[in-house]
């Protein structure tokens, strides 16, 4: 019946920002691009379907309407998207060198270790290692 997760959507007023981050820094390719025009309303919605390794993250832009920012401490609903790596150390150390820096972590347990990094609309993103 159910088959896995589809994709995740983030609703972003810099799209192309966005996509450029998603892209250039983490590694996801666009899958595809589409442009919904809303009768009655006016305002296009600009879609742009991400791929990483199966995963799909869709960005949704609605020209013209203010979003609302990403929260700033915790709350119900939503939290994060999470990434895992190969190496925390090393794929810090990349982030930095395209301006990125961590907002929390690294924090090591004894069977991973998690850091988190924001996109440009300012949602949290994990990187998670796991240890064999």
């Known amino acids: 019946m159910f088959k896995r997760i589809d994709h995740v959507e983030i609703v972003?007023?810099?799209?192309?920002?966005?996509?450029?981050?998603?892209?250039?820094?983490?590694?996801f390719a666009v899958k595809a691009r589409d442009r919904i025009e809303r009768s009655g309303l006016g305002v296009p919605i600009d879609l742009v379907y991400l791929d990483l390794g199966g995963t799909v993250v869709e960005l949704i832009s609605y020209k013209g309407i203010t979003v609302d920012a990403?929260?700033?401490?915790?709350?119900?609903?939503?939290?994060?998207?999470?990434?895992?790596?190969?190496?925390?150390?090393?794929?810090?150390?990349?982030?930095?060198?395209?301006g990125i820096e961590?907002?929390?972590?690294?924090?090591?347990?004894?069977?991973?270790?998690?850091?988190?990094?924001?996109?440009p609309n300012g949602y949290h993103i994990e990187l998670r290692q796991w240890f064999q």
């Not at 990403?70 to 395209?98: C, F």
């Not at 961590?102 to 996109?119: L, N």
């Open 12 to 27: 972003t007023d810099q799209l192309d920002r966005t996509v450029q981050f998603y892209t250039e820094v983490l590694g």
């Open 70 to 98: 990403a929260p700033k401490s915790e709350h119900l609903g939503y939290r994060m998207i999470a990434l895992e790596v190969d190496d925390m150390q090393q794929t810090i150390e990349y982030l930095r060198t395209k």
């Open 102 to 119: 961590v907002v929390w972590g690294p924090r090591v347990r004894e069977t991973y270790s998690r850091a988190e990094i924001c996109d």
